[in-house]
C-alpha cells in the first residue's frame, strides 16, 4: 500500500528557505518518479517538480526554476523539495505524489 508522509513547512518570510521532506513507503522511491505539487487557496492544484526514477532527470515548473531543487535520499526512501528564495505567491499547500496518489500535505506560508 502506498503512502506519503509530508513534512517541513511552516512560516517563512519572503526570501527565505524551506526545505520538504515526503517518506514514502509501500513502494521503492528510487525506481520511482515522483513529483511536488501544490495548491493554492482558491486555486487548482499545481505542478511543482518532477523526478524521473529511471533517469534521474529533473524537471521545474517555470514559476520555481532556479529557486526549487528536487532530490532523494534512496536510503531513507524520502523526497525532498529544497525551495530558496521564496515568495509570497509560494504559499500554498504541498504535497508529494506518486501516480494519483498524495501525501496529506504540508503547509508552506511565505509572509512578512
Known amino acids: 500500500q502506498v503512502q506519503l508522509v509530508e513534512s517541513g513547512g511552516g512560516l517563512v518570510q519572503p526570501g527565505g528557505s524551506l526545505r520538504l521532506s515526503c517518506v514514502a513507503s509501500g513502494f521503492t522511491l528510487s525506481y520511482s518518479t515522483m513529483s511536488w505539487v501544490r495548491q493554492a487557496p482558491g486555486k487548482e492544484l499545481e505542478w511543482v517538480a518532477t523526478?524521473?526514477?529511471?533517469?534521474?532527470?529533473?524537471n521545474y515548473a517555470d514559476s520555481v526554476k532556479g529557486r526549487f531543487t528536487i532530490s532523494r535520499d534512496n536510503a531513507k526512501n524520502t523526497l525532498y523539495l529544497q525551495m530558496n528564495s521564496l515568495k509570497s505567491d509560494d504559499t500554498a499547500v504541498y504535497y508529494c505524489?506518486?501516480?494519483?496518489?498524495r501525501g496529506q500535505g504540508t503547509q508552506v506560508t511565505v509572509s512578512s
Open positions: 505524489s506518486i501516480g494519483n496518489s
Open positions: 523526478l524521473f526514477g529511471s533517469t534521474n532527470t529533473r
